[in-house]
């Protein structure tokens, strides 16, 4: 039973363009929502959160949209660089523990 | 400035060989958990500490034990390893939890024969 999920495995962009990454998570009593970038051989990187009580965070190129109604939230890289080929995991947090909740992540290609 | 540091990074072992990783922070965080990895699938949560002394079980504890004894360490045990137990294992430390971001080790690659 997946809380959070990214249903889409593999993204692929042209360099310059707009990046949308979603992720969908079922449980409403979630607090945080944070992604975070994967490069191969490293460990995660923390990118961006927002607050379950905002709609948006923006930080640089990113920016975190949070829909709440739909339990919906996106990433927005604009513009998107090579640089940014990565995977991106979608996590939340709350619960009892507060523990994060992570979800299977999607790959971006950004292409020159 | 390490930041977390995990050991070793790569290991092979033979199924029933028990194994200890070894994840260290200097970060002075209270927070510390353990996490595997397996492909297509994205981290998972065994093992966390809420500070020295302190463990709890995530959610896929089964296989493995952990030691808090220090502050800036977080062991993590494999007693008899299982090819079920092959993934990458992540350790990650955090000062406060509710938002705050976890600070992730480079990984420990670990298969069993």
């Known amino acids: 039973d997946q809380q959070v999920k990214q249903n889409s495995p593999s993204l692929s962009v042209q360099e310059g363009r707009i990046s949308i990454l979603n992720c969908d998570y079922t449980n409403s009593m979630f607090d945080y929502f944070l992604w975070y970038k994967k490069y191969p051989a490293e460990g995660p990187t923390f990118l961006i959160s927002?607050?379950?009580?905002?709609d948006k965070n923006e930080d640089g190129r990113f920016t975190v949209f949070l829909n709440k109604s739909a339990k919906h939230l996106s990433l927005h890289i604009v513009p998107s660089q090579p640089g940014d080929s990565a995977v991106y995991f979608c996590a939340a947090i709350g619960g009892s523990q507060g523990n994060l909740i992570f979800g299977k992540g999607t790959k971006l290609s950004v292409k020159p | 400035n390490a930041g977390v540091t995990q050991t070793p990074k790569f290991r092979v072992l033979k199924t029933g060989q028990s194994m200890t990783l070894l994840c260290a922070q200097d970060m002075n965080h209270e927070y510390m958990y353990w996490y595997r990895q397996d492909p297509g699938m994205g981290l998972r949560l065994i093992h966390y500490s809420v500070g020295e002394g302190t463990t709890a079980k995530g959610e896929v504890p089964d296989g493995y034990n952990v030691s808090r004894l220090k502050k800036q360490n977080f062991l993590l045990g494999l007693e008899s390893a299982a090819p079920s137990q092959t993934s990458v294992y992540f350790c990650?430390?955090?000062?406060?939890?509710?938002?705050?971001?976890?600070?992730f080790g480079d990984g420990t690659r670990l298969s069993i024969l």
């Open positions: 927002i607050s379950s009580i905002k």
């Open positions: 990650a430390s955090t000062l406060l939890r509710g938002g705050q971001p976890q600070h």
